[in-house]
């Protein structure tokens, strides 16, 4: 069992919270990952590791309120158990070489790239550009540690409410037309905008990294349920990944292969969501009486 | 009615097919201690004892079956526990006839004796009632140290030995060394305990009741076993084997493989063991009382002839599949699959589609599986395997409407250990396939102290094989910690 040390809700539908689990906290290297169930009946979700800290012995996750999984979890309190936290799985960022490095998170894709921003833009010899997409300034987070971690941060909106209006695109092409010399892209968030970076890094030729938040069940390689295709080769995303060069990515197949379970995870919620509605007029009747 | 045809087996009683497609409950439900009886009566005890030899772990077939003739079944148990203590799971998982079974001279006339169900009842029938059905450890609450109660020889009793993997061959070696006196602790990537036979073989042919109740037995002899591990990333391989006098790596072969047919990306699309772990480890099958979801159309296609593919084939019967087809490109006669599986699965309305080869499998607009092509095949000439090789009879092309496919054509040794011993630079040896090359007879690998067995070494084999690795291995340690009182 994993205690919940500590939780922060980011925005009214990003949590982060603090698990006391000193062997993965000890081994965990930015752009890892962790799998979690948080009761017996629960499925297995990978979550990126956010941060990690081997002294106290914590790993920090931050998730957004999707499915029934992460709906309950963000119910879970300081002080509950999850009951299993298996980690850390996957291959670490390698950005060995490089030394003018974008990173580019989209919405909840900003907290798995938080991780590599921090640990990246202490090296002396490299420079970090971090630029963060989100629908509105509503959503904004983490934005004061990525600031204090070394890193130039540039923050853009769709609506233009904070910063600049428009997509991290927008801005990383403003910046490769003002002089940016990257040698690396790293981007992060849903498919789509990952796809969208990569479309735009192609025409430049500039090498991107970007992170696969495939389905999974165990994490280690052995149910391929997280495969995907890269430079026409399959590959399982749980141990061959998460990271892959954004190029070689087949993202009409990965977009739909995650679209999978859409059916299954909308009557999940469904029906967590009734029974907790109906659990809650038991309490009421039992007072009234 | 027992027959007394002393050519013939006693029968074992079935569920009836029309029950059982409905319920996960175990299909064989044993022996009688009468029919027990009756069909240990017919071993014929022969002195040269040729079902021995073809056992992998030489269980002494006739000592225990004669000991069941005295009406001794404990004294059977104990018979077999000298080369086997997972008895009741052998018995029900074995593939007897081609392995003792093939080898008894009352074959030769008639049947051969039912030696795996002799097994499984001897077990069975004198298993110590299960305390906890769901048993799991973790680090944050260990289990009690041993209590020194087997610990009968000092030289050994000092002695600490680290399992990856809690597999047939993990937990064979970690009971051996338990019964020695050893401290044994096992490691577990998944949250709960016994491999394969939990996420692989489904319940109606291996109760997990079996599974736990051989978990709390080696707890009760102070085993500890932590489940969330994966030894190389949540403690490294090399802190393992510096921390303890030796090692057992039972890793499984984990990654399961593809035909490389297009389509095979498609949603819908599964590798057996994908389907399996969905159903037998989260159970899947009672979404959304469970989380996991398991896509299960009513025409479901399984390629592959082995006993996984029966598995998956009767598991998604009994999951909501209206009609279930096996793919297979050889014939009946070839399959790898245990004949009793072959016999249960057809009796349960599963289709068998032989000499056909899938060439692609077709989606609809949203990327979910539509139907498959097929391609018909005739045997030729025999092949490396011994088999006669399935060759393809060009344009006879046609489709089948299925929504599920399950791909069983088996697996390759999990990657993960060989790249965490490239990442932490250990002289850990690999053959080209990817297994870890260990001695053939004491089961150590290029680094001293620390083993290996089951499909991590063999390639995807069988559970009496993985199982008899882990007790040889465990027989090697204990034979160099007597030798090596310092070591």
């Avoid at chain 1, 936290?85 to 900003?110: C, K, Q, R």
């Avoid at chain 1, 977009?255 to 809650?280: G, M, N, V």
């Avoid at chain 2, 409950?25 to 079902?51: D, F, H, I, W």
């Avoid at chain 2, 008894?104 to 004796?113: A, L, P």
């Amino acid at each position: 069992m994993f205690k919940i040390i500590d939780k922060q809700n980011l925005n009214t539908d990003v949590v982060r919270m603090l698990i006391d689990a000193p062997l993965v906290a000890a081994n965990a290297k930015p752009g890892q990952f962790i799998i979690l169930r948080t009761h017996a009946n629960g499925e297995r979700i990978p979550l990126t590791i956010a941060s990690s800290d081997p002294l106290a012995g914590t790993v920090g996750i931050i998730f957004q309120k999707i499915g029934k999984t992460t709906n309950y979890l963000a119910q879970m309190q300081v002080g509950d158990f999850l009951s299993d936290f298996l980690g850390p799985l996957g291959e670490p960022t390698n950005l060995d070489g490089y030394h003018n490095i974008a990173v580019l998170g989209g919405g909840l894709g900003v907290a798995i790239a938080y991780p590599i921003v921090a640990a990246f833009s202490k090296k002396r010899d490299v420079n970090v550009d971090a630029i963060l997409g989100f629908r509105n300034k509503d959503l904004i987070i983490l934005q004061d540690d990525l600031q204090s971690s070394g890193a130039n941060v540039y923050i853009s909106t769709d609506d233009g409410s904070n910063g600049v209006k428009g997509f991290v695109t927008d801005i990383l092409q403003q910046q490769i037309e003002l002089g940016k010399k990257y040698d690396c892209v790293v981007a992060i968030g849903p498919m789509p905008m990952m796809r969208a970076v990569c479309n735009l890094t192609k025409t430049h030729g500039i090498k991107t990294i970007v992170s696969m938040n495939a389905t999974m069940v165990d994490g280690t390689g052995m149910c391929g349920c997280c495969r995907v295709t890269v430079d026409g080769k399959v590959k399982f995303a749980c141990v061959d990944g998460p990271d892959f060069d954004g190029h070689l990515i087949d993202w009409d197949e990965a977009i739909r292969r995650s679209a999978t379970y859409r059916p299954q995870e909308k009557i999940a919620l469904d029906t967590w969501r009734e029974t907790q509605s109906t659990q809650h007029e038991c309490k009421l009747g039992n007072k009234v009486n | 009615m027992i027959n007394t045809d002393s050519n013939k087996q006693i029968n074992m009683d079935n569920l009836a097919p029309d029950i059982r497609v409905q319920t996960f409950s175990e299909v064989a439900t044993g022996y009688t201690p009468q029919q027990a009886k009756a069909e240990a009566m017919r071993c014929l005890n022969c002195k040269n004892a040729p079902c021995v030899q073809g056992c992998p772990v030489a269980v002494k077939i006739p000592e225990f079956i004669e000991a069941i003739k005295n009406d001794d079944n404990q004294k059977a148990r104990e018979i077999i526990e000298q080369t086997n203590l997972l008895g009741d799971i052998c018995g029900r998982v074995c593939p007897q006839e081609r392995q003792c079974q093939s080898k008894c001279v009352r074959g030769i006339k008639g049947d051969s004796i039912a030696i795996g169900r002799l097994e499984r009842f001897a077990f069975d029938v004198t298993a110590p009632n299960s305390t906890a059905p769901d048993s799991t450890a973790d680090f944050t609450t260990p289990e009690p140290d041993a209590k020194g109660e087997h610990a009968t020889n000092p030289q050994l009793n000092t002695k600490k030995v680290a399992i990856v993997g809690s597999g047939p061959a993990g937990l064979s070696c970690a009971a051996t060394l338990a019964q020695a006196g050893i401290k044994v602790d096992v490691y577990e990537a998944l949250h709960d305990f016994g491999g394969v036979l939990l996420y692989g073989i489904p319940n109606f042919r291996l109760p997990k009741n079996i599974v736990a109740n051989f978990i709390d037995n080696l707890k009760s002899k102070g085993v500890r076993l932590y489940n969330n591990v994966v030894v190389g990333k949540t403690i490294k391989l090399s802190k393992i084997y510096t921390d303890y006098d030796a090692t057992f790596i039972g890793a499984g072969a984990g990654l399961p493989r593809f035909q490389g047919i297009p389509g095979e990306q498609l949603s819908g699309v599964y590798s057996a063991n994908e389907f399996l772990t969905r159903i037998n480890l989260m159970h899947a099958n009672r979404f959304p009382t469970f989380d996991t979801p398991v896509l299960i159309g009513d025409n479901v296609a399984i390629i592959g002839g082995g006993n996984v593919a029966m598995d998956a084939a009767r598991c998604a019967i009994r999951s909501g599949a209206k009609h279930v087809t096996i793919l297979y490109r050889r014939t009946e006669a070839e399959m790898p699959a245990r004949a009793e599986e072959i016999e249960h699965a057809k009796e349960e309305g599963i289709e068998f589609k032989l000499l056909v080869n899938p060439l692609q499998i077709i989606g609809d607009d949203n990327g979910f599986v539509k139907s498959i092509e097929l391609l018909k095949m005739q045997l030729g000439e025999p092949d490396s395997s011994g088999r006669r090789a399935p060759e393809p009879i060009p344009n006879s092309n046609f489709s089948l409407d299925v929504q599920t496919v399950v791909v069983a054509i088996g697996q390759t040794p999990n990657p993960l250990i060989r790249r965490q011993a490239d990442h932490e630079q250990i002289p850990l040896n690999f053959n080209t396939k990817g297994c870890i090359v260990a001695n053939e007879d004491d089961f150590e690998t290029s680094i001293d102290n620390v083993y290996a067995g089951g499909d991590i070494v063999t390639g995807a084999a069988t559970i009496i094989l993985a199982m008899g690795a882990g007790r040889k291995a465990a027989l090697s340690m204990i034979d160099k910690f007597k030798t090596h009182k310092q070591g």
